[in-house]
């Protein structure tokens, strides 16, 4: 009988343990039950960082590895009630390994882009095609001086002049739109 009982034991903490979110793992997190221009700061893919947390727009840091999708959407939603953002927000986190691309290569946009953060990298993908995959620019990016991050080296490009626009980009890349400056560039 105690033999049963650790089986099922077992059987019950590898049931728990499967599924649960860890370091390095790509999440695509959706928000329902708000307006659509709130739905684009929100709507992304977000990488679990190596200490197990991702980064939420205005209420920050969250814990995620070793919670279940289901577990981090309640989360996430408690967090942003609780700040007083939303009053009944609805998140779908959905596991990238869920859909067997547990290898799924990224590059990341930031700065003055409609939807910021970690995006799915295709072959032949260009800095234009990048930019435009984060939303675009918003009224304040200045793609006249974007840069591009690679392998500890900074390049900076003007997405104005049509040979720029095609410049390719690689897996980990990360790209900058900054704000415009006093001068409007």
Known sequence: MKTIIALFATILGLSSAFGQIESKQMLDIKITGVPVSEKARLDNLYQVSSSGTIDMWVIGTVRASGLTNSQLAATIASKYKAAGIYNAPTF??????????RGLKTFTVGGQVRTPGAKPWSIGMT?????????????????????????GSVYTYDLRIDQHKTVKIYEKDMIDVPQTNWSGN
């Open 92 to 101: 779908i986190v959905t596991s990238q390994r869920e859909g067997n691309d």
């Open 127 to 151: 800095l234009y095609n990048a930019i435009q995959a984060a939303g675009g620019e918003t009224p304040f990016g200045a793609i006249g001086r974007v840069k591009l991050y690679r392998n």
